[in-house]
């Protein structure tokens, strides 16, 4: 039996990147244009520093924890002519206007598409259509790019972000017709990691127990 695609591993294409600070120092609630998303989008990796102490006369040091910190993240975004969120944010905090330090979300989809599901059920679209015309029927409350009809399947809160590095676009080249590509690196002070597990291991272990005994008793409708 086909392995259901609720349980697939997650792919790295369906993500979304908002601005969770609110109006805090922004009328305009976010830095970025909510119907703008983003062609790119690093993970933030957390690293540890560590101190090695001597316990008595244990032959082995032993390593702490002494501080962490979080990498740059990098957004990128195709350039648009009346698109200036990346430069606005960097150039009003080197100014020090406000909002310098904002919170931002990523968001990662899971590839289960759940209206696709049940338009498919509904003989809407064909089990097995992915194209134009899917994405019309399914999409029609979610235009302007905002994935509505996706679930989320883990979320990283990447607290008092500060805007460190930005470029306009790509290297201009005659020869090339590739679409302009803008950058901006952020600093994360510190990241939180939302899943089902972070929330409560133990409901992560018993979805777990139960989407392996669903997938081997060949039962649900997904």
Not at 194 to 209: D, K, M
Request: charged share 15%; hydrophobic share 40%.
């Amino acid at each position: 039996m086909a392995q259901r695609r609720f349980l697939d591993m997650m792919q790295q294409y369906p993500f979304w990147v908002l601005d969770a600070s609110g109006f805090a120092g922004n009328p305009l609630f976010s830095v970025f244009d909510p119907v703008l998303g983003f062609s790119g989008c690093s993970m933030p990796e957390i690293t540890v520093e560590t101190k090695e102490i001597q316990r008595g006369n244990w032959e082995y040091k032993t390593p702490v924890i002494k501080t962490a910190s979080v990498s740059v993240v990098t957004l990128q975004r195709g350039a648009r002519f009346y698109d200036s969120d990346f430069y606005n944010w960097i150039s009003g905090a080197i100014r020090g206007v406000q909002p310098i330090r904002r919170n931002l979300v990523i968001i990662h989809f899971l590839g289960f598409r759940l209206q696709r599901f049940v338009a498919a059920r509904a003989g809407l679209v064909q089990p097995g259509q992915s194209g134009v015309g899917a994405e019309v029927v399914l999409n029609a409350s979610g235009q302007a790019g905002v994935p509505l009809d996706r679930i989320p399947g883990r979320a990283w809160f990447c607290g008092g972000c500060i805007p460190v590095r930005y470029k306009p676009g790509g290297d201009f080249d005659a020869t090339s017709s590739d679409v302009s590509i803008m950058e901006l690196d952020v600093q994360p002070e510190y990241v939180s990691e939302l899943t089902i597990n972070t929330v409560s291991p133990i409901a992560a272990r018993v979805a777990s127990l139960t989407f392996a005994s669903l997938e081997a008793t060949g039962t649900g409708g997904f």
